[in-house]
């Protein structure tokens, strides 16, 4: 189970910042990938950001499209943005209001925002095809805080467990909301009053100002339309205070 320090608990004498490598390498970035972005709960957005029943949103996760809504029960669900027949991508607005359904639009696969497959054009003459058995996947998903976080592992230790030593620590946050920055020349970025998010996108984060008094933190990766999120910036932040 990890464990969460203060980050000054873990300072030693001599330490050094991270070798440039940890920085730029593609090799580690897929290592992190893999090991930590695919296996973490991660802060995918606010329950705010999804204020009435079909609002919804898309987050990446190493290199998944995961759809977070709510839906008409106001249950926030989150699932892959995959298409059960044939892989298509779903939804490709980044957010938005759905009316009480989500349709593929290669075949018109149509599915209830609980995921359930409701139609499926020209399927019913298949024999043995069952809808029940081509639902959207689930993405494992809990809420804290007023956060939102999401898990790729098949059978992650629960949320509750794992922040277990967090409990009450962010409540003040529950009132908080994101503010992201408008979409520059080179892409997307995420301004965050935090020490670590030099670590949250590789390999080509460059730095968008050096003024450190009025965006100390902010960040963009110009080649890809993937945004910098609070999970990564949580996960890099816990991983370095737990190193
Ligand atoms: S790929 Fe989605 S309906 Fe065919």
């Given at each position: 189970m990890p464990a969460f320090r203060k980050t000054a608990e873990t300072f030693s004498s001599g330490a050094r910042t991270l070798p440039q490598r940890y920085l730029i390498s593609p090799d580690i970035f897929a290592k992190e990938q893999g090991r930590i972005f695919s296996t973490q709960w991660l802060c995918v957005g606010r329950q705010s950001q999804l204020g009435k029943p079909g609002d919804f949103f898309l987050q990446n996760v190493a290199g998944e499209s995961l759809?977070?809504?709510?839906?008409?029960?106001?249950?926030?669900?989150g699932f892959y943005n995959v298409c059960r027949h044939r892989g298509t991508r779903i939804c490709?607005?980044?957010?938005?209001?759905?009316?009480?359904?989500l349709q593929c639009p290669y075949?018109?696969?149509?599915?209830?925002?609980?995921?359930k497959l409701l139609g499926a054009p020209h399927?019913?003459?298949?024999k043995?095809?069952?809808?029940?058995?081509?639902?959207?996947?689930?993405?494992?998903?809990?809420?804290?805080?007023?956060?939102?976080?999401?898990?790729?592992?098949?059978?992650?230790?629960?949320?509750?467990i794992v922040f277990a030593p967090l409990k009450g620590k962010f409540t003040?946050?529950?009132s908080m909301s994101m503010h992201e920055t408008p979409p520059t020349?080179?892409?997307?970025?995420?301004?965050?009053?935090?020490?670590?998010?030099?670590?949250?996108?590789?390999?080509?984060?460059?730095?968008?100002t050096e003024n450190r008094e009025t965006a100390p933190?902010?960040?963009?990766?110009?080649?890809?339309?993937?945004?910098a999120t609070l999970s990564e910036i949580g996960v890099l932040k816990h991983c370095l205070s737990t190193a």
């Open positions: 759809i977070i809504l709510r839906d008409q029960e106001g249950q926030v669900r490709k607005e980044r957010s938005g209001q759905l009316r009480e359904t075949h018109a696969w149509t599915y209830g925002l609980d995921g399927m019913e003459s298949v043995g095809f069952d809808k029940a058995q081509h639902s959207l996947r689930p993405v494992n998903l809990a809420l804290w805080e007023g956060f939102i976080f999401v898990n790729l592992a098949e059978s992650p230790a629960p949320m509750e003040h946050c529950k020349k080179g892409g997307v970025s995420l301004e965050v009053r935090s020490n670590v998010v030099h670590a949250g996108r590789r390999p080509t984060l460059r730095r968008l933190y902010a960040w963009v990766n110009p080649d890809q339309d993937h945004k």
